[in-house]
């Protein structure tokens, strides 16, 4: 019946585990007030006024340690645990002001309600226990003056234990109430505010930005070694009996785009581990005469020409612009066949422009642009830049234009 759920919910006991650890918490300030009490008496002449006084100095120290980190790290993870998650999305520790204030108030009720229920939670089973000897002694408890709180011995007081047993079931329904208003507080209070709500949002957005450029990183970077590993290995198997010495130079190529590709693996790796013995530098423009090499040892004709000096690029262009280029040589590898490649790299004073170009061939062709020329498109508009890539007459062109300074 639901009359008698509270009795049996798990989530009644969770909810009283919560309110004993706010009367748990609460010790501290009540050592504070049963010292403040006294030493307020030369003051305030009477005891009724230092209680008045010395309870009020109690309360403004709980309030003023409910805005410590600390506590609200514990009073998030108490809701979390022992209040079935109201609010699962809450920061434990709030970044707005607001958020702050709410948190602190949370924590005061936690060990206001939880010092209330802690004291009857104690004191019940010690009633229970009296009253059980009261029915054989006719004496429920003494005073503090030296007198005693009298009861008919025998079954004239037999009703004792009884009542105070039902006490203690009206105690685990106040608990589940209790707990119960708590947990809409928590969810009140504890909530995102609008502040917290965008800041997760734009870390969020970063996340997912980073991720994007991770996926670039080893679509382009493993990409391009995989193409050139599959079409050199394929040369060696055919003349790896006829040619010897074009073998060994195709393994090698494997060799080197392979150990380019696992640095590139374990750079892009170590960001997401957030290791730094793992970051490899990222390559740079500077470092095109290499990239054109492996593309002609798998056996591309690379013809490249540099104008301008490409050590002055700044290095996040550098960096992206390095990777748009070994993209459409991959690109040219794998979808023209082994046609003849020209690329131009054109550096002013504020600007870079790069052309990269080759015969459709006989491959298997594209159909407007992947993920690839999707990656290239996205690392462009990143830097400000501008990318058009499509098919000219009988060619296939990629064309880059990032500005940076005082001309973006």
Same mark, same amino acid.
């Given at each position: 019946?639901?009359?008698?759920?509270?009795?049996?919910?798990?989530?009644?006991? /969770?909810?009283?585990?919560?309110?004993?650890?706010?009367?748990?918490?609460?010790?501290?300030?009540?050592?504070?007030?049963?010292?403040?009490?006294? %030493?307020?008496?030369?003051?305030?002449?009477?005891?009724?006024?230092?209680?008045?006084?010395?309870?009020?100095?109690?309360?403004?120290?709980?309030?003023?340690?409910?805005?410590?980190?600390?506590?609200?790290?514990?009073? %998030?993870?108490?809701? =979390?645990?022992?209040?079935?998650?109201?609010?699962?999305?809450?920061?434990?520790?709030?970044?707005?002001?607001?958020?702050?204030?709410?948190?602190?108030?949370?924590?005061?009720?936690?060990?206001?309600?939880?010092?209330?229920? @802690?004291?009857?939670?104690?004191?019940?089973?010690?009633?229970?226990?009296?009253?059980? !000897?009261?029915?054989?002694?006719?004496?429920?408890?003494?005073?503090?003056?030296?007198?005693?709180?009298?009861?008919?011995?025998?079954?004239?007081? $037999?009703?004792?234990?009884?009542?105070?047993?039902?006490?203690?079931?009206?105690?685990?329904?106040?608990?589940?109430?209790?707990?119960?208003?708590? /947990?809409?507080?928590?969810?009140?209070?504890?909530?995102?505010?609008?502040?917290?709500?965008?800041?997760?949002?734009? =870390?969020?957005?970063?996340?997912? $930005?980073?991720?994007?450029?991770?996926?670039?990183?080893?679509?382009? !970077?493993?990409?391009?070694?995989?193409?050139?590993?599959?079409?050199?290995?394929?040369?060696?198997?055919?003349?790896?009996? &006829?040619?010897?010495?074009? &073998?060994?130079?195709?393994?090698?190529?494997?060799?080197?785009?392979?150990? &380019?590709?696992?640095?590139?693996?374990?750079?892009?790796?170590?960001?997401? /581990?957030?290791? $730094?013995?793992?970051?490899?530098?990222?390559?740079?423009?500077?470092?095109?005469?290499?990239?054109?090499?492996?593309?002609?040892?798998?056996?591309?004709?690379?013809?490249?020409?540099?104008?301008?000096?490409?050590?002055?690029?700044?290095?996040?262009? !550098?960096?992206?612009?390095? =990777?748009?280029?070994?993209?459409?040589?991959?690109?040219?590898?794998?979808?023209?066949?082994?046609?003849?490649?020209?690329?131009?790299?054109?550096?002013?004073?504020? @600007?870079?422009?790069? /052309?990269?170009?080759?015969?459709?061939?006989?491959?298997?062709?594209? !159909?407007?642009?992947?993920?690839?020329?999707?990656?290239?498109?996205?690392?462009?508009?990143?830097?400000?830049?501008?990318?058009?890539?499509?098919?000219?007459?009988?060619?296939?062109?990629?064309?880059?234009?990032?500005?940076?300074? @005082? =001309?973006?």
């Amino acid at each position: 019946m639901r009359v008698f759920a509270p009795l049996t919910s798990k989530a009644t006991y /969770r909810r009283w585990v919560y309110l004993v650890l706010g009367g748990a918490i609460s010790v501290p300030y009540l050592l504070f007030s049963a010292v403040a009490v006294p %030493s307020l008496l030369p003051f305030v002449t009477t005891l009724e006024r230092a209680t008045l006084v010395g309870g009020l100095l109690t309360l403004l120290v709980l309030a003023g340690t409910a805005f410590l980190p600390a506590v609200h790290v514990l009073e %998030s993870t108490a809701v =979390r645990e022992l209040l079935d998650d109201p609010v699962p999305d809450a920061p434990a520790k709030p970044r707005t002001r607001r958020g702050r204030r709410r948190a602190a108030t949370m924590f005061v009720l936690h060990v206001v309600a939880g010092f209330v229920v @802690s004291f009857f939670s104690l004191l019940a089973p010690v009633m229970i226990g009296l009253s059980v !000897s009261a029915v054989f002694t006719g004496q429920l408890f003494r005073t503090g003056d030296g007198g005693a709180v009298t009861v008919p011995a025998g079954w004239a007081s $037999a009703w004792l234990p009884v009542v105070f047993v039902l006490g203690v079931v009206l105690l685990v329904y106040a608990v589940g109430a209790v707990g119960g208003l708590l /947990r809409r507080a928590a969810a009140g209070l504890l909530g995102m505010t609008a502040a917290d709500r965008i800041a997760r949002l734009e =870390r969020r957005t970063e996340q997912l $930005a980073e991720r994007n450029r991770l996926a670039r990183e080893l679509h382009d !970077s493993v990409g391009h070694a995989l193409s050139v590993v599959t079409v050199q290995a394929g040369a060696a198997r055919r003349t790896l009996r &006829t040619d010897p010495a074009f &073998t060994e130079r195709a393994l090698g190529a494997i060799e080197e785009s392979a150990r &380019t590709a696992l640095d590139d693996l374990d750079h892009v790796l170590g960001l997401l /581990r957030e290791e $730094a013995a793992g970051r490899t530098p990222q390559p740079l423009l500077t470092g095109l005469p290499g990239l054109f090499e492996t593309t002609r040892l798998a056996g591309t004709e690379v013809t490249a020409e540099v104008r301008g000096d490409l050590a002055a690029v700044p290095a996040v262009v !550098s960096r992206e612009v390095y =990777r748009i280029l070994q993209e459409c040589l991959t690109n040219a590898v794998r979808h023209a066949g082994r046609v003849p490649v020209t690329a131009v790299v054109e550096v002013g004073p504020h @600007s870079l422009v790069a /052309r990269v170009a080759n015969p459709l061939g006989s491959g298997p062709g594209r !159909s407007g642009g992947g993920r690839g020329v999707r990656g290239m498109t996205e690392r462009v508009t990143a830097l400000g830049g501008e990318l058009s890539a499509g098919r000219v007459a009988e060619r296939w062109e990629v064309v880059v234009r990032v500005p940076w300074g @005082s =001309r973006r």
